[in-house]
């Protein structure tokens, strides 16, 4: 094995392009080997080779010759026995087209019927927005605890005087009411004036929680405490009982009872959908975004749209292409970060394509930003029959 040293400086003889494409063709070859891994733990598994090292579990196993984290062990094992079922997507993590945190997303929710259909997707679309798929689509708990905690709140003071903490627990509806209002609220403030960095959001989150009780900087929302219930006419007019999905972070069930009593008690906000489920935009009468639209792309997109970017502080809707060529409706609204919404205000970057599916990216000289990962090389195919 070549030294560190050594290999820094066969690195530093490449070009920066030639670094990009060795970087990429090892990702590449990483995910084919675990790819391997996950071929080889099923039937391990299922022979349950891994009791004879004493390990209780095939992810104990995992945990214990791999040196890996509990929960990473965990994915592996989940990963490794829905590669059995779902050999589209086994196809694409091996070649590459697919992360490993891509595939485990995937092997939440993606069944045989659904394999081809999101073999073909998935690679687009980031690990995070992945995992937003899964927890709208995973199996609901068939056997809910019936007897759900009450909510509460404990304040304890530190013994110096100086401060203290608070933790609490809500039901779903509460937890919904209030992270709506927190989250409003600290998506407002500016940077740290003297480092121009973003307030950490815990900081932010404190903040908005002492601004919000102590009304010292009341927000300018209208709805800042507004939970967006997602049912259906039928449910709310007892035609039948389908549970309702509230806008968290990640989607969370509320029971069909629930979305009517939040109907009989709450501010109503009709949305007006197309055949398709998308919200009726506003044209070209306004720049501005209706918050019922906002509030569908912001649940589409979920963080910045941009290649490689998760953020989710200070989102901006972007309207791509800008007005007046883009009216104000979903199919031209894209959720970007203030850095990345000046990118292609201002520094000369592209994007085309829909919004409400795939996205190109293009640098100011017309270079494609790459959205999924290349392929292996040709002359790296011989992987495929001697993974040594």
């Keep these: 094995m070549a030294e560190y040293a050594e290999l820094q400086t066969l690195f530093d003889t490449l070009t920066p392009a030639q670094k990009t494409d060795l970087y990429n063709q090892i990702e590449g070859r990483e995910s084919f080997l675990q790819a391997c891994k996950a071929t080889l733990l099923a039937p391990i598994a299922s022979t349950e080779?891994?009791?004879?090292?004493?390990?209780?579990?095939?992810?104990?196993?995992?945990a214990t010759t791999g040196r890996h984290h509990s929960n990473h062990a965990h994915q592996i094992a989940d990963v490794a026995e829905a590669m059995t079922e779902l050999p589209a997507i086994w196809a694409r993590f091996a070649d590459g087209e697919l992360s490993f945190d891509q595939t485990y997303e995937l092997s939440r929710f993606v069944t045989t019927e659904t394999d081809t259909h999101w073999a073909e997707h998935a690679p687009a679309l980031s690990a995070n927005a992945l995992r937003r798929h899964a927890t709208k689509h995973r199996p609901k708990d068939d056997d809910p605890d019936p007897t759900p905690k009450p909510n509460r709140v404990h304040i304890e003071h530190d013994h110096d005087g100086r401060g203290g903490h608070i933790s609490a627990h809500f039901d779903t509806t509460s937890l919904a009411r209030i992270e709506a209002a927190l989250t409003r609220q600290a998506d407002r403030y500016s940077p740290d004036p003297d480092t121009a960095e973003p307030i950490p959001r815990r900081e932010r989150l404190a903040r908005a929680l002492h601004d919000l009780v102590t009304a010292a900087k009341p927000s300018t929302w209208a709805d800042r405490a507004t939970m967006v219930v997602h049912t259906t006419l039928d449910t709310l007019a007892r035609l039948e009982d389908?549970?309702?999905?509230?806008?968290?972070?990640?989607?969370?069930?509320?029971?069909?009872?629930?979305?009517?009593?939040?109907?009989?008690?709450?501010r109503l906000e009709v949305s007006l959908d197309d055949p398709c489920g998308r919200p009726i935009g506003i044209g070209r009468t306004s720049r501005n975004w209706p918050p019922h639209v906002y509030r569908r792309i912001a649940e589409r997109d979920g963080t910045c749209r941009w290649p490689g970017c998760n953020n989710t502080i200070g989102l901006q809707v972007h309207h791509e292409p800008p007005l007046p060529e883009g009216p104000t409706d979903t199919e031209h609204g894209i959720l970007l970060c203030v850095h990345h919404h000046d990118n292609r205000t201002t520094k000369g970057f592209r994007i085309s394509g829909n919004p409400e599916h795939?996205?190109?990216?293009?640098?100011?000289?017309?270079?494609?930003?790459?959205?999924?990962?290349?392929?292996l090389h040709p002359d790296n195919q011989h992987l495929y029959d001697n993974p040594d």
């Design 49 to 62: 080779e891994h009791i004879a090292d004493g390990a209780r579990t095939i992810a104990d196993w995992i």
């Design 242 to 266: 389908t549970d309702a999905t509230v806008d968290l972070p990640f989607p969370a069930w509320i029971s069909a009872e629930q979305a009517r009593h939040l109907a009989n008690t709450a």
């Design 358 to 375: 795939q996205l190109h990216f293009y640098r100011p000289d017309g270079t494609p930003i790459g959205t999924t990962r290349p392929p």
